[in-house]
């Protein structure tokens, strides 16, 4: 099979896109090429660019933004997508474009604790709200409904009445760091 590229997306700290970038590194199957971030001051730019990938910044807001980044991927040969914690809608014509190849990772249990405004703390927060007893994260892939694309692999931690929305997230990253690169490994080897 052809060299995978993927262009991994991110907004925020970018532990975990840095965490893919590490451990694919030398993989003959899997190469990551890129990274689109929507902000050019987010941490996740700097720590990546020291790794020695490209960065792309594109707030693709409009229909038009997004037809450009989806011709932009395709140009450079992208043929999956992984978002770590990316906070922008994806525009149709980039999910339309890359159906089933688009791999995301929720810092919850789905269904529960997705959708709108569920991200970061404000999951963990509403997962201890709720007096949940476990947490932990679900790799999917992405459909035009988001959140609602079909399951890769979920992973759970226990949780009991000492757990604050800190520790929970502590716990949840923990998870994300172990499964992240391994689950978007099998999904792209298995295609
Ligand atoms: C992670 O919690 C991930 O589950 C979510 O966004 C967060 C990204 O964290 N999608 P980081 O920037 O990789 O540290």
């Known amino acids: 099979m052809k060299i995978q590229s993927v262009a991994l997306f991110a907004s925020g700290s970018g532990s975990n896109a840095v965490n893919l970038i590490r451990y694919f590194e030398g993989n003959e199957e899997i190469r ?4 689109v971030c929507n902000k050019a001051d987010a941490p996740v730019v700097e720590k990546v660019k020291a790794l020695g990938i490209e960065v792309l910044i594109s707030g693709n807001q409009s229909f038009e ?7 932009e991927l395709q140009e450079q040969g992208i043929d999956w997508i992984i978002l770590a914690g990316f906070l922008r809608k994806l525009p149709v014509a980039l999910i339309r474009a890359y159906e089933d190849h688009i791999i995301n990772i929720h810092p919850a249990l789905l269904p529960k604790f997705g959708g709108k405004g569920m991200y970061g703390m404000h ?3 509403a997962v201890i709200e709720a007096k949940e007893t476990e947490s932990g994260i679900t790799i999917h892939l992405v459909n035009e409904e988001f959140d609602k694309g079909r399951t ?4 759970r931690v226990s949780l009991d ?3 604050s929305p800190e520790t929970v997230a502590q716990k949840v990253q923990e998870l ?3 499964y992240f690169p391994y689950i978007a490994e099998r999904t792209i080897n298995q295609r």
Do not use: F, N, P, S
């Not at 990551?32 to 990274?35: K, V, Y």
């Open 161 to 163: 009445e000492t757990d």
């Open 152 to 155: 890769l692999e979920q992973y």
């Open 176 to 178: 994300e760091h172990r």
């Open 123 to 125: 999951v963990h927060k």
């Open 32 to 35: 990551i090429a890129l990274l």
């Open 65 to 71: 933004e997004g037809l450009e980044l989806t011709a």
